[in-house]
């Protein structure tokens, strides 16, 4: 069993289009977080919610809007597009928001906008 | 700003040889020191840890050396094999489990 899952896995759209990716886990973690891993391989925190409420959002344009309908979906919205934007998308999930728990993460979205 | 310093960008072993991959921090309040493997195609998984209470942790091939003082930890990889081959990233973590990850380093192992 897939523990953090996302879909799609690949994304190819335009620039101005919306779009989003969603993500889930199966291992009962309160916290979930989309980092984003640009053509660099450079990986950055992008959001964290905790128990369906956002904890960190680190100076993400507000064309990125998260949503947690429950504790083990996260997520992420991107409207207007921007070739800046194509990078991999990773969603991971922890036990607990505080206590240096392990993250665990999904296998990553590609998207790319042309 | 890079809150974690990681070096080098790439890194060519022969297999059996020893793989070492350096990082530095500057935020003291970094209290968790992770290392994540990365296989092309593939999420970062954790490999290995260190808490800051201890200089060095052993796992199987895998050791982190840590010095507190000089604000550096490293990965050391003995009896590297191909399928070591990865990118590596060090990571600081603060008890509110924020991670800031390095910048990563490609390993090659050359059969």
């Known amino acids: 069993d897939t523990a953090v899952s996302q879909t799609p896995k690949y994304l190819v759209t335009q620039m101005g289009n919306d779009k989003s990716i969603k993500c889930e886990q199966n291992l009962g973690h309160d916290t979930m977080y989309w980092y984003k891993q640009d053509s660099k391989k450079f990986l950055k925190i992008m959001f964290s919610y905790n128990n369906k409420e956002l904890i960190i959002n680190e100076t993400v344009p507000n064309r990125f809007s998260p949503k947690s309908p429950d504790k083990a979906h996260l997520n992420l919205h991107i409207n207007s597009l921007e070739l800046g934007d194509s990078a991999v998308y990773f969603c991971?999930?922890?036990?607990?928001?505080?206590?240096?728990?392990?993250?665990?993460f999904g296998p990553g979205t590609r998207l790319t906008v042309t | 700003q890079q809150q974690v310093k990681q070096s080098p960008q790439s890194l060519i072993v022969q297999k059996g040889g020893i793989s070492i991959i350096n990082c530095a921090y500057e935020n003291t309040a970094f209290d968790y020191f992770p290392w994540y493997q990365q296989f092309p195609g593939k999420g970062p998984a954790l490999l290995i840890a260190i808490r800051p209470d201890v200089s060095e942790k052993k796992e199987g091939r895998f050791t982190i050396s840590f010095n507190k003082s000089a604000k550096q930890f490293s990965l050391h990889i003995m009896d590297s094999q191909p399928g070591d081959s990865a990118t590596y990233f060090c990571a600081s973590q603060t008890g509110a489990n924020n991670l800031f990850f390095g910048t990563g380093t490609r390993l090659t192992v050359i059969p």
């Open positions: 991971a999930s922890s036990q607990r928001w505080t206590g240096l728990d392990e993250q665990y």
